[in-house]
């Protein structure tokens, strides 16, 4: 039977973490440890700037015969090459804010205290890990079609790149598929956080809601209060850490959805295994972000409903007054902000990035 906290749920995410190079303990480490492992982090951001300087230049390679394929082969992948190691870059930045996270899901105040949340829990844990499931699923199918596609087809590279001449091409293929592996499973550890995050906060909120019905005097009323602060204080942290990632995942996810249309029109059938796989992987991932933040923010606005739904009829004047400032106050939609605040995380969204991704892609069409 699985746990019921959803900290086990990063616990995976966590190791990852330190696989790739970009985890720090909160607790003290010897100084050995520390520079050695700094020193394996850097190998690993060196090898990944060569890996996206490389892609990049092979635009400036072709620059004398340069086709509109040949700048779509190389920004429906490298965009999200960028973008995978920026937002687990911005993960570890934030780094304590996850500690601090992690502290309040282990907390009494976080755990679930009736049979109805404890069903809760486990039916957000049972998304959490289809999530996962679905993400390390495709991405381990990406970064072994990838290679094999290209060997079929007699290519240098499994994907668009520069190959510096004094490397030997064989060597290279290798490289980058090594390094394709380590951008993917970037992507996979930054959906499987912050969906899990998300889950959490969705969790807390119904939760609350739950208890709130029960609300009848001043005791459990204060408890209430004091959980919720907890949970905007948990989503508080959550924002900074999406606020700028996110924000870059969705203005790349426009331009992956809209060369990887382009390239689907005039590749191989063969090279579709992996273009329509990866096409689908890229439209999941802000649709599951977008669709988290809106049950986020529906949950949190039926909280003041619960309140007033509670047990106050009879209470005395004071707990009535106390009730009528937290519904105030609790009235206000939970959302997710991004760029800037100027977009929110939801439903809407989503559609929105897709309309304009569409729209940019007949661009390229026309330009064709």
Request: proline residues 2%.
């Amino acid at each position: 039977m699985m746990k019921l906290d959803l900290v086990s749920l990063l616990e995976p995410d966590i190791i990852a973490l330190k696989l790739v190079g970009f985890w720090k303990s909160s607790d003290d480490v010897s100084s050995f440890n520390r520079f050695y492992y700094r020193i394996y982090r850097g190998v690993v951001v060196a090898s990944t700037l060569v890996y996206l300087v490389c892609g990049f230049m092979y635009l400036y390679d072709k620059r004398e015969t340069l086709t509109l394929v040949d700048v779509n082969s190389v920004m429906f992948i490298h965009t999200t090459n960028v973008t995978n190691p920026m937002m687990v870059v911005s993960i570890f930045l934030n780094i304590k804010r996850l500690h601090a996270m992690i502290r309040q899901l282990e907390s009494a105040a976080f755990q679930p205290k009736s049979q109805k949340e404890f069903l809760y829990v486990y039916k957000w844990k049972r998304s959490s890990y289809f999530i996962k499931k679905i993400f390390y699923g495709v991405n381990i199918f990406l970064v072994t079609t990838g290679p094999i596609v290209a060997m079929l087809q007699g290519k240098c590279a499994p994907q668009a790149t520069y190959i510096p001449p004094w490397i030997y091409w064989r060597v290279y293929f290798w490289f980058q598929s090594t390094l394709t592996v380590y951008n993917a499973t970037m992507a996979s550890i930054y959906v499987s956080v912050l969906t899990t995050l998300l889950i959490e906060a969705i969790i807390q909120v119904a939760c609350l809601k739950e208890r709130l019905h029960c609300t009848e005097d001043k005791k459990y009323l204060v408890e209430s209060i004091k959980r919720h602060l907890q949970i905007i204080l948990f989503i508080e942290r959550l924002q900074h850490i999406c606020k700028i990632g996110l924000s870059v995942v969705f203005v790349s996810g426009v331009i992956n959805i809209c060369t990887t249309l382009s390239l689907v029109l005039e590749v191989t059938f063969i090279e579709l295994l992996f273009m329509v796989p990866y096409l689908g992987e890229i439209i999941l991932i802000i649709y599951v972000h977008c669709f988290y933040g809106s049950i986020l923010a529906s949950e949190s606005e039926e909280i003041a409903y619960s309140l007033f739904s509670s047990k106050w009829v009879s209470a005395d004047v004071s707990h009535k007054r106390n009730l009528a400032i937290f519904m105030i106050f609790s009235n206000k939609k939970i959302t997710i902000r991004l760029a800037g605040g100027m977009l929110t995380m939801t439903l809407p969204l989503f559609v929105q990035i897709i309309r304009t991704a569409y729209a940019y892609f007949n661009v390229l069409q026309s330009i064709d």
